[in-house]
């Protein structure tokens, strides 16, 4: 019985004595928030990039965007479709199984009518279930790029769904509520602890992760706190509240680089800012024009874009980050070319003179709705296009709002005149083509419809001849140019603060990967 006690003391003694292993914990902020756990419902930048954490896809991108494994070990591509062969030993943050079930049940609700992923998905017509870690996803024809379409279509587990009615995605535009929004349960290296939105969110390393030691990150917790206004998110980096900043106001870089432990790294985005014009309707909603609609007039469309000085934004708005355009995708993207890729110029008395042309001489007015939340210097960069638009008459009244009240906007086709962002997580233009500019894309509240368009996007699907398949894309765009049914502004440059004492690789796609997060 003494020896028994003398032990207890003695292991008590010693944990007492012996310091607990202190986390690793990452704090950072952006300024706007995921705007829903629901891996099939947003297809939005930091909403997948927040959700890449918890959930995984068949195939990633490491922080130089290289494909690389995820849930699927290997691939091989045929006549009718591609071969994943699917890792084994993997489980789901509550311990369950992932199996091939579950790649059949996550494309069938990435293809449900809800989900803001049916463009990526719908090119996997059914998922052949070979074994239980082999799947083959069919399509209609030989596809060049699928892998490189997975990469954000998330795997969710069939089980779980169904347990908690979410069997079909979130639809965010309707404002609906379900379990996903809130909760998760996914496959990742991270699983959710906390969800306030807009508030807090919590994650905490997973310990069953299946890359758990094959990948640099240490970090063992993480919070994030979204932080609106941009001197609060500096001031948060510069006090030590946070260690990380993603979008820190490019007009304090210099700030924070001066600052002690501090650090700034930059790099150019995979994404394009634009002002998209509603030229299918008959008439615009907010303008004082009646019967007509003056953004059907390619006159009209060609003088907003010369009446944007793009290059006075780049050097005033963005602090000479950011790249003047005349596409709305950027360089490293396929079908980016330096003939397309260049501005349509700056040219205030040839606007004018197109507008008197149109028949529109003294101008129009027309709402701008614009997110104040979601790219950088969004507001600014929309407040200097309606000024520079006064100077050829047209009345630009702006309403900047957050995110996640100005996407539904153009999700509902309740807009004349907006902007919006797109990235390109495939680096192929059939991702910008089918949501953009295809007739049905589900982001193209312009009304644009270009036959020529219509067809290449479909014929790019299946097309294997690379250099066919990058000339057709070439005239696409070609034509798109000509057609003017967007106003391209820039390519954008991300610069990213970070504490001294943490190695965060930056990515073009501006998603923050964890796994190879390191706190020194």
């Known amino acids: 019985m003494r020896t028994k006690s003398l032990l207890g003391v003695s292991l008590a003694a010693l944990m007492a004595a012996s310091p607990a292993l202190a986390e690793n914990v990452l704090r950072w902020t952006s300024q706007g928030d995921a705007l829903t756990m629901d891996p099939h419902s947003q297809n939005e930048g930091p909403t997948i990039a927040m959700n890449g954490q918890i959930y995984e896809s068949l195939v990633t991108r490491d922080a130089a965007l290289v494909l690389q494994p995820e849930l699927a070990e290997s691939w091989e591509a045929a006549a009718d479709g591609w071969t994943f062969n699917l890792r084994k030993g993997v489980k789901f943050h ?13 494309f069938a609700r990435a293809n449900h009518e809800a989900s803001d992923y049916k463009e990526q998905a719908k090119n996997v017509v059914s998922v052949e279930v070979i074994d239980d870690h082999t799947v083959k996803l069919l399509t209609s024809g030989p596809n060049p790029i699928l892998p490189n379409q997975l990469t954000s279509i998330f795997m969710i587990d069939k089980t779980w769904s169904e347990a908690n009615n979410v069997v079909a995605p979130q639809d965010f535009k309707a404002k609906e509520e379900t379990f996903a929004v809130r909760n998760a349960n996914g496959t990742g290296p991270y699983k959710l602890v906390s969800r306030a939105p807009d508030e807090l969110t919590v994650l905490e390393a997973h310990g069953g992760w299946w890359g758990k030691g094959q990948f640099p990150g240490n970090i063992d917790k993480i919070e994030y ?43 150019a985005q995979i994404r394009s800012i634009f002002l998209g014009m509603d030229q299918g309707v008959d008439e615009l909603r907010t303008s004082n024009i009646k019967g007509k ?26 602090e000479g980050l950011s790249f003047p355009t005349g596409m709305i995708t950027p360089p490293g993207v396929l079908g980016n070319t330096p003939e397309n890729d260049p ?13 008197a042309e149109a028949g529109y001489g003294d101008g129009f007015s027309v709402r701008l709705d614009c997110p104040n939340n979601r790219y950088n210097n969004d507001e600014k960069i929309c407040q200097a296009a309606v000024a520079m638009l006064a100077k050829i008459g047209v009345n630009v009244s702006l309403d900047a709002i957050p995110k996640a009240q100005h996407f539904p906007k153009i999700q509902k086709r309740e807009t004349d005149f907006y902007m919006l962002g797109w990235g390109v997580p495939t680096l192929d233009s059939h991702y910008v083509f089918s949501y953009l500019l295809d007739g049905d894309g589900s982001w193209n509240a312009t009304g644009y419809n270009n036959p020529i368009v219509d067809a290449v996007t479909s014929a790019i699907v299946t097309e294997i001849d690379i250099p066919k398949r990058t000339a057709m894309m070439d005239a696409a765009w070609t034509q798109v140019k000509a057609d003017m049914p967007y ?34």
């Open 94 to 106: 509550d311990g369950s199984d992932f199996t091939a079930e579950d790649v059949v049940f996550s």
């Open 225 to 267: 706190r979204p932080i609106t206004n941009a001197a609060t998110r500096v001031a948060a980096l510069l006090s030590g509240e946070v260690d990380f900043v993603l979008d820190p106001p490019l007009q304090d870089l210099k700030r924070i680089e001066g600052a002690d432990g501090l650090k700034v790294t930059t790099v």
């Open 293 to 318: 609609n003056p953004f059907k007039d390619l006159r009209v469309r060609k003088a907003i874009n010369l009446a944007i000085d793009k290059k006075a934004i780049q050097r005033v708005v963005m």
């Open 343 to 355: 501005s349509y110029g700056f040219d205030v008395d040839q606007a004018k003179a197109l507008m």
């Open 487 to 520: 106003v391209p502004i820039h390519h954008q440059v991300l610069a990213w603060g970070i504490a001294d004492g943490f190695e965060i690789p930056i990515a073009a796609d501006d998603a923050v990967r964890p796994r190879f997060i390191v706190k020194n």
